[in-house]
């Protein structure tokens, strides 16, 4: 049994299976806090922590999960290939749409972290939490902080912007495509991706325009912003 554990395959076999259990579940009962990221974690957490399973030796397969995140992040090209004639005709708005939501979401996080007093590997650990998980892993080691740390946050922050994401929307009475798309790219990356890709097609293509911008926009004005703060 030991011996099984101890190979990758453990960790790519354990978190497949969990997933596909975790989306059957999540369907059943579709309450969107139980989506099957959350679900995934949460059950893997329990599986480690109950059977006393070193989280290194889950990693010698969870790595390799994590290796693929990045080709997966590109892959949200394709919605933007079938809707480039919307970005071109409106890419002014798009870009400035996401640069004013970046440029918000750091300050905020700032003026935050001061007003509560955290400390500033909390503080950076924050910042990236609006990029998908690849480029808040860079952000992360390039401000010298915990990485772990910042996935959750961005996981967080993701899950969020799914569930009501589209009720804050409705609230304020944005009806326009590619508003709704910008707005979920840039707050909640891939998880918002997936709600605006559930709104339709041109929120779908808008929003992971959106995950690339934002997440180039905060790699460029982050080192600038600490060295003024």
Known sequence: MNRAIDTPLFGVTISIIIYFISVFISKRLRMPLLNPLLLSIAAIIFMLKTFD???????LGGNIITFFLAPATISLAVPLYKQWDVFKKN???????????VMTGVFT???????FNFDKLLMTALIPKNTTTPIAIEIANMLGTNA??????????GTFGYVIGE??????????????????????HVMGT???MELGDVEGAMSS???????????????FIFKLI
């Open 91 to 101: 890419y002014l708005i798009i870009i400035s749409g996401v640069l004013v939501g």
């Open 53 to 59: 399973i070193d989280l290194e030796t889950y990693n």
């Open 194 to 196: 997936t709600k605006a």
């Open 148 to 157: 772990s740390l910042t996935v959750t946050f961005v996981i967080l922050s």
């Open 167 to 188: 009720y804050i929307l409705n609230i304020f009475r944005i009806n326009n495509k590619i508003a709704k798309g910008i707005a979920l790219g840039t707050a909640s």
């Open 109 to 115: 996080t700032i003026i935050l972290s001061k007003l």
């Open 209 to 223: 325009i959106a995950i690339t911008l934002s997440g180039i926009i905060t790699i460029a004005i982050v080192p």
